[in-house]
């Protein structure tokens, strides 16, 4: 049985079509998994007469080189689940019920199209009642935003901000590096040193730990910094277990030891940077004594840090930084991350391809967004735009001058906001509404699926086309059909051109030749002829050409051409223009009601919600628990496997107290995101988070968000 790069189906007799032909198996199909996670696996699923029998990772190439999570390991029991929706449902019970009876495509396109055009037959201001929200249940770009956005756009739907991931530590970069660039992840495995910031990437990055343990075999040394003790901070050399959202305040600090002890590369500076000597005297007011304080940590760990940092510039050795996006979930996010950001440059480590930071390689695929999403068929409107994190406080507002039209039409596709989104019983309130009409385009039914209206059944990556980027490596993939759709699920693409379909004649913009346009096409379109297609074809994956040091004679892609200590933009918007130590909404310490600082990092078992219903790996995970430090848990006569309460002004929630040397004392860790219905009392721990924003990049704040924890006597 050999690897079918081209297909595992016959593709001559449908070479412009959605959906493949089953052949006489066995086969091996070339994939890409969809999933938000920075390391966007090369898969191949095995075929058997038309069923998907395993996926495994594609040895061939190099990022993956064979090894899958585990969660993507079980895609065929995701795919194949007893509880997949495979036909469209129409709500028989209350919203929130659950209640559900089986209706025909026809019959739901026809009432879903109905009710879209009587809103937006009012008129342009009208039509903003309608909101899309999605996120990445799939990183694919033809099954994310191509059709969709197509749809919405001619529609005049409101635009929705998608932030509830990244967004303030990408404009951080944007701000210093311009742009979402950084160094190749595979050379981390010729580091001397390498600094783990934020991330624990044995669960959420396992591809790069491939590389940083390259690098330890041959004598590299691994730091983790991260208020938590990861399995990641387990196993580096050393662990910085910080206060959250104290991360600008140890960068600022390890700047000032840089200068003082001079362990800094003045012609780089000079020849490569903007901004060096403003940056220079904010840093001097950062000695290690005053970052100690902030941070929660000894001043020797900070001294030992920067030492370590600066003495392989002193040594000509390679040191980088490996950023994920835990670190800029807090007030301060997007300032942290433009701290961090300043550091490899004052050591001159981007001369080394082994050098410098990466926290997202997005910025360096040559997508073209406008072919793929069509703004043009705004056609001159203006739509307001909704940032996705604050879906509770939004969906409860009232029409006003200042928000324009009450929402009055949710479509739900690749998310699931009841979950996932911050200060959740705003949420549930909003999607409880009676008057809003709301479809959710989904493969199971989860929380948010609950108060649908409809719930229309979409394909799987095993059952679709796309083609991805990564934020975390520099490969384009191709992802090809492995099987056909199951039951009468159809790809979120042709879910909208159908809809649209059913909006004309009445709206004749959507008899646009573009709503018609194939997945595969559609494929060919997102990177034009920047990619060779035919390549990815072959092999389902094509490397990005870019230099190995792509910043060693400066060339940053921000307007100076210069890494920007500095930034003129941001002082022209009002803000400051040198990174900043900016607390947290809610810092560590601050309220004596709520003593303990909460970070909500993701199971290790589960991706945002995604897989919590996989029973292979929820029997896994357990429950849902709060990890506790053992001075705050006999501070509150908690034991071991006590059910806690954990509350705030927001609402409460009920998990199982799990008291261990992974929390710091003063910090708690509620692991997520349970879907609320599967929670011991029907929540999730968003229902503690705020939808409070970060300093730049209109970001959420989860990581920035105080509590009190008590023991349940009577469950």
Known sequence: MGHYYATGFTMTPMRDSNFPIPVAGPVNVIGA???DCPDTCSLITTVQDGVATKVHGNPEHPHTDGALCAKVSRYTERTYHPERILHPLKRSGPKGSGQFERVSWESALVDIAGRLKTIAARGPEAAQAILPYSYAGTMGLVQSESIAARFFHQLGASLLNRTICSTAGG????????????????FFAES???IIWGSNSITSNLHFWRYAQVAKRNGAKLICIDPRKSETAEKCHEHIALLPGTDAALALSMVHELIANDWLDHDYIALYTLGWEALRNRAMQWPPERAAEVCGISVEQITALARDYGHCMQRGEPAAIRMNYGLQRVKGGGNAVRAIACLPALIGAWRHRAGGVLLSSSGLFPVNRQALQRPDLLAGRTPRTINMVTIGDDLLRGASPEFGPAIEAVVVYNSNPVAVAPDSS?????FAREDLFTVVLEHFQTDTADYADYILPATTQ??????????????????????APAGESKPNTQIFRELAAHMAPDDTGFLDPCFTESDERLCRTAYGPAIDFDRLLLQGFATLPMADAPFALGDFPTPSGRCEFFSARLQAQGQDGLPNHVPNHEAAGSSAQYPLAMISPPARNFLNSTFVNVKSLRAIEGEPILEMHAHDALARAIQAGDVVRVFNPRGEYLCRAVVSKRARPGVVHGLGVWWRKLGLAGTNVNELTSQKLTDMGAGPTFYDCLVEVALVRNL
């Open 33 to 35: 998994c969809p999933h």
């Open 171 to 186: 404009e951080g970069l944007v701000q210093t590096l311009g742009g979402k660039v950084g160094m190749r992840v595979e």
């Open 192 to 194: 001397k040193l390498i």
């Open 426 to 430: 705003k949420v549930v309130a909003g």
């Open 462 to 483: 095993l059952e679709h086309w796309d083609v991805h980027l990564s934020y975390g490596h520099t490969d384009v993939l191709l992802n090809r059909p492995a099987i």
